[in-house]
């Protein structure tokens, strides 16, 4: 989380734990990049859930308590060294800004094309800020990185692929997600935006978070049962996901389906089994 939401939460929600604010632009980021709350007319309502989640996705993002401790401005290692003798105090990772991007067959970002090497690969790591045009027609948010080194064998709907693929990234501090998500939503008026995202609650909460305009998600949902080894674990762990998405009023109708799909098996799908079954997949409006 930047300096500016960061300390925007702080000053509007360190006491108040439930209720409801009008409709702003940071609240709206809030909304979208966090899954903080829900939109009724002009306003958002929280509860103390919505906080809580809050809280627990800056820890993994920033390593900080969001109403306990001041927001740490991180310098890059290369900036510290002109001045420290430890290039690593106070430092933000050497991949914060960058972002993973692939195509299937070439790269075509800021008037260049790019042909790929005819290699197994995860893509290519290229600062966001750099990104100024991307002449793919669409661009598709990918949830679990192992599908990045994989996109030629997705059974795809045609007009996919010639798109540009970009990782969303995770947790961990060198694949954070805030740079994958402001420039996937960077390019939202000029390009058709897909979240390709696990068929579970928690796929579906990022489908409709993330500023999407299409979700990508197999073309039979009833997939979720299919013949499987080991135990279903994954539908009882996504307890406040699927708590969430019940208090969505306005889910897409391919949402609810899907949901209710996994409702009635408690069973779900990730992203590897979709592709290591030759899932066949469809796109789905969330506008």
């Given at each position: 989380?930047d300096?500016k939401?960061?300390?925007?939460?702080q000053?509007?929600f360190?006491t108040?734990?439930n209720?409801?604010l009008?409709y702003a632009p940071l609240l709206?980021?809030l909304?979208?990049?966090?899954?903080?709350?829900?939109r009724?007319g002009?306003?958002?309502?929280?509860d103390?859930?919505?906080?809580q989640?809050?809280?627990?996705?800056v820890?993994?993002?920033?390593?900080?308590?969001l109403?306990r401790q001041?927001y740490?401005?991180?310098?890059?290692r290369?900036?510290?060294?002109?001045?420290?003798?430890?290039?690593k105090?106070?430092s933000q990772?050497?991949?914060?800004g960058f972002?993973?991007?692939?195509?299937?067959d070439h790269?075509r970002?800021?008037?260049q094309h790019l042909?790929?090497?005819?290699l197994t690969?995860l893509?290519?790591?290229?600062?966001?800020?750099?990104?100024?045009?991307i002449?793919?027609?669409f661009?598709v948010l990918?949830?679990?990185?192992?599908?990045?080194?994989?996109?030629?064998?997705?059974?795809?709907p045609?007009k996919?692929?010639?798109?540009?693929?970009?990782?969303?990234?995770?947790i961990?501090p060198?694949?954070r997600?805030?740079s994958?998500?402001?420039?996937?939503?960077?390019?939202?008026?000029?390009h058709?935006?897909v979240?390709?995202s696990?068929?579970d609650p928690?796929?579906?909460?990022?489908?409709?978070?993330c500023g999407?305009?299409?979700w990508l998600?197999?073309?039979?949902f009833?997939?979720?049962?299919s013949?499987?080894t080991?135990?279903?674990?994954e539908?009882?762990?996504?307890?406040?996901a699927?708590k969430?998405?019940a208090?969505?009023?306005?889910?897409?109708?391919s949402?609810?389906?899907a949901?209710?799909?996994?409702?009635?098996?408690?069973?779900?799908?990730k992203q590897e089994?979709?592709?290591?079954?030759?899932?066949?997949?469809n796109?789905?409006?969330?506008?």
């Amino acid at each position: 989380m930047d300096k500016k939401l960061y300390q925007f939460c702080q000053r509007n929600f360190k006491t108040l734990l439930n209720g409801k604010l009008k409709y702003a632009p940071l609240l709206s980021r809030l909304n979208l990049e966090y899954g903080f709350g829900e939109r009724r007319g002009d306003y958002l309502y929280f509860d103390d859930n919505d906080r809580q989640r809050l809280i627990e996705r800056v820890q993994q993002e920033n390593d900080v308590h969001l109403f306990r401790q001041d927001y740490i401005d991180s310098k890059c290692r290369v900036d510290n060294a002109l001045k420290q003798r430890n290039e690593k105090v106070n430092s933000q990772p050497v991949s914060e800004g960058f972002v993973l991007i692939n195509a299937i067959d070439h790269l075509r970002i800021n008037g260049q094309h790019l042909k790929l090497l005819n290699l197994t690969s995860l893509g290519c790591y290229i600062e966001a800020s750099e990104i100024t045009a991307i002449d793919h027609p669409f661009i598709v948010l990918v949830e679990n990185l192992a599908i990045m080194a994989k996109l030629d064998a997705l059974i795809l709907p045609e007009k996919l692929r010639d798109a540009l693929f970009i990782y969303r990234g995770d947790i961990k501090p060198a694949q954070r997600t805030n740079s994958a998500y402001q420039l996937f939503r960077h390019f939202k008026s000029s390009h058709q935006l897909v979240c390709f995202s696990d068929l579970d609650p928690a796929g579906i909460q990022i489908a409709v978070t993330c500023g999407a305009h299409f979700w990508l998600a197999p073309e039979d949902f009833t997939l979720v049962n299919s013949s499987l080894t080991g135990d279903e674990h994954e539908w009882f762990n996504q307890s406040e996901a699927i708590k969430w998405l019940a208090r969505k009023n306005n889910l897409p109708k391919s949402c609810q389906t899907a949901l209710i799909t996994m409702q009635n098996s408690k069973k779900t799908l990730k992203q590897e089994h979709i592709l290591a079954h030759n899932i066949k997949m469809n796109l789905y409006p969330l506008d």
